[in-house]
């Protein structure tokens, strides 16, 4: 099982629409999560971290479920502006600290 | 907001050929870097983890005498590709937190391609 996977996608969705991705990962030492998004040919930029309570960021809702392993971001009311690439990140804390990535999920929001 | 730099952005070299890279944080002090990997339509690879003052920890598959990183303080870090080849062309991303537990902070990466 690899350490951190997410919806295979892609995801080609109205403007409008509202979208959920999910991640799951293996580690239950694991701390901190994160959810970034990713523009074709760009670093990723931090979306928003996610914490136990769950956490809204105007459109954007990260929740995390520590007993079933994974988190999920909301996206309400699309825009074409979202179509990228969200990228969820776990801290694994294992003999070392490392930060890991998911594959990713392709998010396209069509007119 | 926290700043990461990375220079050089762009590099075309030969192969064979040593290729240094830098990662700055630009207004923080950054305890832990990360190296990353990227190629084309995949999802960033973790190459190690550095903290400032001590080796870095490579991952499982990653030569680390062919990828040296060097941590020397807590606002740079340097990736050096040595002997570099064509499977080594990638997207260089390095990623600088004040701590660990906190959020990573990208700098915009650099594109190697070996001739």
């Known amino acids: 099982r690899k350490e951190v996977e997410q919806d295979p996608g892609p995801f080609n969705v109205p403007e409008g629409a509202t979208v959920a991705f999910n991640c799951t990962y293996s580690?239950?030492?694991?701390?901190?999560f994160f959810w970034y998004r990713q523009d074709c040919r760009k670093e990723p930029k931090l979306l928003m971290s996610?914490?136990?309570s769950g956490n809204e960021d105007g459109r954007f809702t990260a929740q995390l479920n520590r007993a079933s392993q994974y988190i999920s971001l909301l996206i309400r009311d699309s825009k074409l502006s979202d179509s990228a690439t969200y990228l969820c990140?776990?801290?694994?804390?294992?003999?070392?600290?490392?930060?890991?990535f998911g594959p990713g999920t392709s998010l396209s929001v069509i007119p | 907001g926290a700043v990461v730099s990375q220079h050089p952005s762009w590099v075309i070299c030969k192969s064979g050929t040593s290729v240094k890279i830098e990662c700055r944080s630009l207004?923080?002090?950054?305890?832990?870097m990360f190296w990353y990997r990227q190629f084309p339509k995949q999802s960033l690879m973790l190459m190690a983890t550095?903290?400032?003052?001590?080796?870095?920890?490579?991952e499982q598959g990653v030569e680390k005498d062919k990828f040296l990183i060097n941590h020397a303080s807590l606002t740079l870090s340097t990736l050096t590709v040595t002997s570099a080849h064509p499977e080594d062309s990638s997207f260089y991303i390095c990623?600088?937190?004040?701590?660990?537990?906190?959020?990573?902070?990208f700098g915009p990466g650099t594109r190697l391609l070996v001739l």
């Open positions: 990623s600088a937190s004040r701590d660990f537990q906190e959020t990573q902070y």
């Open positions: 580690n239950s030492a694991s701390q901190s």
């Open positions: 996610v914490y136990s």
């Open positions: 990140a776990v801290n694994m804390k294992t003999s070392y600290d490392k930060v890991i």
């Open positions: 207004d923080f002090q950054a305890t832990t």
């Open positions: 550095s903290n400032e003052g001590s080796k870095a920890t490579y």
